[in-house]
């Protein structure tokens, strides 16, 4: 459904218009007004939550609202404390995915990583929102979803006066709510969805200047200013000073939004190449063979990674690698043996002192049936024709990794698509990390057409889920871990083209067996913290794939 116009953007709705809108006729504006928090949706219209919800939020905000020299505790020295970050959960369980940055106003769900803007909007007192009264909509996924609250006092209003229609026409909208049978009906399409009317905790009564600092006291709006803006200055994309002010003194952010740039960053130093430009200068990327690069922030806070990846890659370059090129690979990390011991092949579960089993199937112009070799590494032993057909039916990379002890030689690479992965620095803990902030990846892949080197050349696949956002500890390991993500991005092995196990959908981008924390604050779907384990284990996950600390020493 489309928005009103002052239901859209992220400006609260003006008490003017909103003492004009249907449903709202006789109310005053009283210094005491509601405030009502809401979440953007897909088509951004503004969603309320329920009264209990709202409430939760607002007393948190109040509670940990304690001044010190003009400035909110909350942001001493320009910095967010753990105590922006807001679980639903609390409020209401069937809400425990969520949570709110308070300082940035956006929600974020932790099991799939999905950014929404938030915003407090204050509204006169009102019956329906004394009793948190909510209208909702049946969706297609047969789940209920809140109609705007202009809309819902609208209906609350007709419901009240015992009207048996409303037509939401004075919204623009091409519907029509029977409120004696709880059904709303599109008037173009005669489409039916159910429609219902409940009750959640009253929404929270506050001053329209809650906040006692100079700066709010001394501007007129409707409530206080949540962003850590108003009180800083910032260096703009030209250099100039300017300050960071919300404009007409909304409580929701105004500032158009990224769902990259969820959270506010502080520069750190971590590895070769990286530099801090202060407290909140622009850190300066390094490289690993990518483009890599991080702009200025306008709000004058800074990522302190990021790297694109853009196709064509190696993988598609690899794939050129035939005939002749193909068995000098094999050469390369085979040693061929006289006399092969009493053995299967591991490959072709012949014996080894028999033809391979790929004789006469195999295209090799030099490798012989009988050929065996082993590898120079590990000295597992394999026909030499198996070898080739193993290497044939892989990624052609240049690489060959041992079917029997996964000791890889040379560089893999895998199938992953281009897309794009930002690294940022929190001030939050993660659970069971108590020492450090946290690390933030956010991989973004769009999507795309399949290539050679994917199951399906030439069909599209779908990318669900993106961004995908995932925490690491901000301490030693955790950094050393990030490293090697950052190996394993440029390798394109973290995300391949397959089926999900998940939803069994096909020819979709899916995780590639480095597990990732998708969760910050809780470990609700099993991808969170606390884990004591993680770190270990995402490190020998990684050195499966080829990715170890020597990487370190040899990747740009």
Same mark, same amino acid.
């Given at each position: 459904?489309?928005?009103?116009?002052?239901?859209?953007?992220?400006?609260?709705?003006?008490?003017?218009?909103?003492?004009?809108?249907?449903?709202?006729?006789?109310?005053? %504006?009283?210094?005491?007004?509601? #405030?009502?928090?809401?979440?953007?949706?897909?088509?951004?219209?503004w969603?309320?939550?329920?009264?209990?919800?709202?409430?939760?939020?607002?007393?948190?905000?109040?509670?940990?609202?304690?001044?010190?020299?003009?400035?909110?505790?909350?942001? !001493?020295?320009?910095?967010?404390?753990?105590?922006?970050?807001?679980?639903?959960g609390?409020a209401?369980?069937?809400?425990?995915?969520?949570?709110?940055?308070?300082?940035?106003?956006?929600q974020?769900?932790?099991?799939?990583?999905?950014?929404?803007? %938030?915003?407090?909007?204050?509204?006169?007192?009102?019956?329906?929102?004394?009793?948190?009264?909510?209208?909702?909509?049946?969706?297609?996924?047969?789940?209920?979803?809140p109609?705007?609250?202009?809309?819902?006092?609208?209906?609350?209003?007709?419901?009240?006066?015992r009207?048996?229609?409303?037509d939401?026409?004075?919204?623009?909208?091409?519907?029509?709510?029977?409120?004696?049978?709880?059904?709303?009906?599109?008037?173009?399409?005669?489409?039916?969805?159910?429609?219902?009317?409940?009750?959640?905790?009253?929404?929270?009564?506050?001053s329209?200047?809650?906040?006692?600092?100079?700066?709010?006291q001394?501007s007129?709006?409707?409530g206080?200013?949540l962003?850590?803006?108003?009180?800083?200055s910032?260096?703009s994309? !030209?250099?100039?000073?300017?300050l960071?002010?919300?404009?007409?003194?909304?409580? +929701?952010?105004?500032?158009?939004?990224?769902?990259?740039?969820?959270?506010?960053?502080?520069?750190?130093?971590f590895?070769?190449?990286?530099?801090?430009?202060?407290?909140?200068?622009? #850190?300066? +990327?390094?490289?690993?063979?990518?483009?890599?690069?991080?702009?200025?922030?306008?709000?004058?806070?800074?990522?302190?990674?990021?790297?694109?990846?853009? &196709?064509?890659?190696?993988?598609?370059?690899?794939?050129a690698?035939?005939?002749?090129?193909?068995?000098?690979?094999?050469?390369k990390?085979?040693?061929?043996?006289e006399?092969?011991?009493?053995?299967?092949?591991?490959?072709?579960m012949?014996?080894?002192?028999?033809?391979?089993?790929?004789?006469?199937?195999?295209?090799?112009?030099?490798?012989?049936?009988?050929?065996?070799g082993?590898?120079?590494?590990? !000295?597992?032993?394999?026909?030499?024709?198996?070898?080739?057909?193993?290497?044939?039916? /892989?990624?052609?990379?240049?690489?060959?990794?041992?079917?029997?002890?996964?000791?890889i030689?040379?560089e893999?690479?895998?199938?992953?698509?281009?897309?794009?992965?930002?690294?940022?620095?929190?001030?939050?803990?993660?659970?069971?990390?108590?020492?450090?902030?946290?690390?933030?990846?956010?991989?973004?892949?769009?999507?795309?057409?399949?290539?050679?080197?994917?199951?399906?050349?030439?069909?599209?696949? +779908?990318?669900?889920?993106?961004?995908?956002?995932?925490?690491?500890?901000d301490?030693?390991?955790?950094?050393?871990v990030?490293q090697?993500?950052?190996?394993?991005?440029?390798?394109?092995?973290?995300?391949?083209?397959?089926?999900?196990?998940?939803? /069994?959908?096909?020819?979709?981008v %899916?995780?590639?067996?480095?597990?990732?924390?998708?969760?910050?604050? &809780?470990n609700?779907?099993?991808h969170?913290?606390?884990?004591?384990?993680?770190?270990?284990?995402v490190?020998?996950?990684?050195?499966?794939?080829?990715?170890?600390?020597?990487?370190?020493?040899?990747?740009?």
């Amino acid at each position: 459904m489309a928005a009103p116009p002052y239901a859209s953007g992220g400006l609260t709705a003006p008490s003017s218009t909103l003492a004009s809108a249907p449903g709202f006729a006789g109310f005053s %504006v009283p210094s005491l007004q509601m #405030a009502v928090w809401e979440w953007m949706d897909d088509i951004a219209c503004w969603r309320p939550y329920s009264g209990r919800v709202s409430s939760f939020i607002e007393n948190y905000i109040q509670n940990h609202r304690v001044h010190q020299g003009g400035m909110p505790a909350a942001l !001493s020295n320009g910095v967010p404390v753990p105590g922006n970050s807001i679980s639903l959960g609390q409020a209401d369980p069937s809400l425990a995915p969520y949570i709110i940055d308070v300082t940035n106003m956006v929600q974020f769900r932790q099991d799939t990583g999905t950014i929404r803007r %938030v915003r407090r909007g204050l509204f006169p007192q009102s019956p329906a929102l004394l009793k948190g009264v909510l209208w909702e909509w049946m969706n297609n996924d047969g789940n209920w979803t809140p109609y705007q609250i202009e809309i819902c006092f609208f209906l609350e209003n007709s419901y009240q006066n015992r009207s048996q229609n409303a037509d939401l026409i004075v919204f623009n909208l091409p519907y029509i709510v029977d409120l004696t049978t709880f059904f709303q009906t599109n008037k173009n399409t005669h489409f039916r969805r159910q429609i219902q009317r409940r009750t959640d905790g009253t929404y929270p009564l506050t001053s329209s200047n809650a906040c006692s600092c100079q700066h709010c006291q001394s501007s007129s709006g409707t409530g206080p200013i949540l962003t850590r803006g108003r009180h800083l200055s910032h260096v703009s994309n !030209s250099g100039q000073t300017a300050l960071a002010s919300t404009g007409s003194h909304r409580s +929701s952010v105004i500032v158009p939004y990224n769902s990259n740039l969820p959270y506010l960053r502080r520069a750190t130093s971590f590895g070769a190449g990286q530099s801090s430009g202060g407290a909140w200068g622009v #850190a300066h +990327s390094a490289s690993t063979g990518s483009s890599a690069s991080v702009p200025a922030i306008s709000n004058g806070t800074s990522s302190i990674l990021s790297l694109s990846l853009p &196709s064509p890659g190696p993988v598609s370059s690899a794939l050129a690698v035939a005939g002749k090129e193909v068995e000098d690979v094999v050469r390369k990390h085979v040693e061929k043996i006289e006399n092969p011991p009493s053995e299967d092949c591991m490959i072709c579960m012949e014996k080894l002192n028999s033809p391979s089993g790929y004789d006469g199937v195999s295209e090799s112009k030099s490798f012989q049936s009988s050929e065996v070799g082993k590898l120079m590494k590990c !000295s597992h032993v394999f026909h030499l024709l198996c070898v080739r057909a193993m290497y044939d039916s /892989g990624n052609k990379d240049g690489s060959l990794q041992c079917p029997s002890c996964k000791t890889i030689y040379g560089e893999k690479t895998g199938t992953q698509p281009s897309g794009q992965m930002d690294v940022y620095s929190l001030p939050q803990s993660l659970p069971g990390h108590s020492d450090c902030g946290t690390l933030q990846i956010i991989y973004n892949i769009p999507p795309g057409v399949q290539g050679p080197e994917h199951p399906n050349p030439g069909l599209p696949y +779908s990318a669900r889920g993106f961004p995908r956002i995932c925490f690491l500890p901000d301490n030693n390991k955790g950094r050393k871990v990030l490293q090697l993500l950052k190996v394993a991005w440029n390798r394109r092995l973290i995300f391949t083209v397959g089926t999900s196990t998940t939803t /069994g959908e096909t020819n979709t981008v %899916v995780w590639n067996e480095i597990h990732h924390k998708t969760e910050m604050g &809780s470990n609700i779907s099993g991808h969170g913290y606390p884990d004591p384990n993680y770190l270990d284990n995402v490190l020998g996950e990684l050195a499966a794939q080829g990715v170890t600390e020597y990487c370190l020493t040899q990747d740009p």
